[in-house]
């Protein structure tokens, strides 16, 4: 069977079109100067279309509101402020953190909660105490495989661009050298 030419060019068009927006946007900080330097107005607009596609991800295409992704953003965000308040005073860290007890107790959860009849497999509930077991073993891969990949992404990093500055930067303060912004 023959594919049908014009269905080929269209699908062409799509994925043509599609790449031009995606390039136009990731481009953004370095066109966006040349006209007026709208960047902020320009930064806006991507959180909030990414607010809206993760809307659109919480929701689904049925519209339907799923209480179990709810809980686990809830639980990331929880795991967040915990971390943020009790033991690193860092944004990043906490996010991370809250990002993995959000996925722990997800997992957790999921064997917990397991039904034969929806997934295949038996969970704690329904008496199958090895899907726990599998569940924490499952944890303990992503968290060596996380660890490993973070790692390799850090030396590539560190090798291109350097993890820290200087000293001298650092003393003369991060703003100042490397955005030119002081306080007025």
Do not use: C
């Amino acid at each position: 069977m023959t594919p049908d030419p014009q269905k080929q060019a269209a699908r062409w068009m799509h994925v043509a079109a599609l790449a031009t927006i995606w390039a136009a946007l990731i481009a953004a900080p370095f066109w966006m100067p040349l006209f007026g330097g709208y960047t902020a107005l320009g930064s806006r607009v991507l959180v909030l279309g990414l607010a809206a596609m993760s809307l659109n991800f919480l929701l689904g295409f049925t519209g339907v509101l799923s209480f179990g992704h709810a809980a686990w953003f809830g639980l990331g965000a929880y795991g967040a402020g915990f971390v943020l308040k009790w033991a690193v005073l860092s944004s990043p860290v906490a996010v991370i953190a809250g990002t993995l007890f959000g996925g722990i107790v997800g997992a957790l959860l999921t064997g917990v909660f397991a039904i034969n009849e929806y997934g295949g497999t038996a969970g704690l509930i329904e008496g199958n105490a090895a899907q726990m077991i599998n569940q924490v073993k499952g944890i303990a891969v992503v968290i060596v495989y996380d660890a490993i990949v973070s790692l390799i992404l850090l030396k590539i990093i560190d090798a291109i661009i350097g993890l820290r500055v200087s000293d001298e930067v650092e003393r003369e303060g991060l703003d100042l050298a490397l955005h030119g912004e002081t306080v007025q």
